[in-house]
């Protein structure tokens, strides 16, 4: 008799188990299902400005950016034997979420440390509409110091900037996707009568024109304007007014899985971004404009 009681019990108690075991299921595979939306671009760059793009844990990218000179003379062939400006950097993936990364710049001799962080990621169900990622710099000036530096560098703290941006980002398409970056620009030693600090907002957008060709568009708007008696990165004491201007870029990008090659007009001769919200002194609707490229490729180990 108990042995029959044993066996209703189990019968009775079985079903709930399955059900549970049911529940689970449906709740790992709803899990799975919500799945990330695909990168909205192809670069961790939108020509001038950072995109929303982190490395994979252990993959690193290797990044070459260049700027040739103002196309406004022909005797330099539009600029291309003019004066230059060329970054070279690398960044690394320390985890799915992170990337970190190192760079150098010809102009005003840039050393620059950076670090992106995806605090928010897109879903294709829609549960997150946007992602939201952080991306933040210090760059150390280390020109030799001379009495010619434009601003004065007197102490090492003098040589340090600070760059920090949100990156609002939506791929609406498979072909066309926006982003919206809010930032702030810092310096530590900047000119009389200017302010160290400087908020700016982006926006740019990319459009696939084909699998491996887009159309970038890339536009950088200071907030906060100043007016200053000098012209950076030329010797104090001849030096006309100048305003900041803001950032306009047009151009193309031709990608693969890993590589990526952006070829735009660009009013910012800067690479660094500080360097360009703070000090640009090119009004694009002037002419003063010129040709770059950035390459990008990225191994994953």
Do not use: C
Not at 7 to 13: A, R, W
Not at 62 to 88: E, P, T, V
Not at 162 to 191: K, T
Not at 270 to 296: A, C, E, H, R, S
């Amino acid at each position: 008799m108990k042995n029959y009681i044993y066996i209703l019990i189990v019968f009775l108690i079985l079903p709930f188990t399955v059900m549970a075991q049911d529940s689970d299921e449906v709740t790992q595979d709803t899990i799975v299902k919500e799945k990330l939306e695909r990168a909205a671009f192809e670069s961790s760059y939108i020509i001038e400005n950072p995109t929303n793009v982190v490395l994979n844990k252990n993959a690193m990218e290797i990044q070459m950016n260049h700027r040739f000179g103002i196309i406004d003379n022909w005797n330099d062939l539009g600029g291309i034997w003019g004066a230059a400006n060329i970054r070279l950097g690398v960044a690394y993936g320390v985890h799915e979420r992170v990337t970190l990364g190192f760079g150098t710049t010809k102009n005003r001799r840039y050393q620059d440390f950076s670090a992106k962080v995806a605090i928010l990621r897109q879903t294709r169900s829609n549960t997150m509409p946007i992602s939201l990622t952080y991306f933040g710099n210090m760059a150390y000036d280390a020109r030799e110091q001379t009495s010619t530096n434009a601003p004065p560098i007197n102490y090492h703290q003098d040589r340090l900037s600070y760059f920090h941006q949100l990156i609002v980002v939506r791929r609406f398409s498979p072909n066309f996707s926006l982003q919206f970056a809010p930032s702030l620009s810092h310096y530590n030693a900047v000119y009389d009568g200017m302010s160290n600090t400087r908020i700016s907002v982006a926006f740019g957008g990319r459009y696939k024109i084909s699998p491996n060709t887009s159309i970038l568009f890339d536009y950088s708007q200071p907030l906060t304007q100043f007016d200053t008696d000098k012209d950076p990165g030329v010797a104090i004491g001849a030096n006309p007014r100048f305003t900041n201007h803001p950032g306009m870029s047009l151009g193309f990008e031709f990608g693969t899985s890993g590589h990526a090659f952006q070829l735009f007009i660009t009013n910012y001769s800067g690479i660094v971004p500080q360097d360009n919200y703070v000090w640009n002194k090119n009004d694009f609707f002037d002419g003063k404009f010129m040709l770059g490229f950035n390459i990008t490729r990225i191994y994953n180990f």
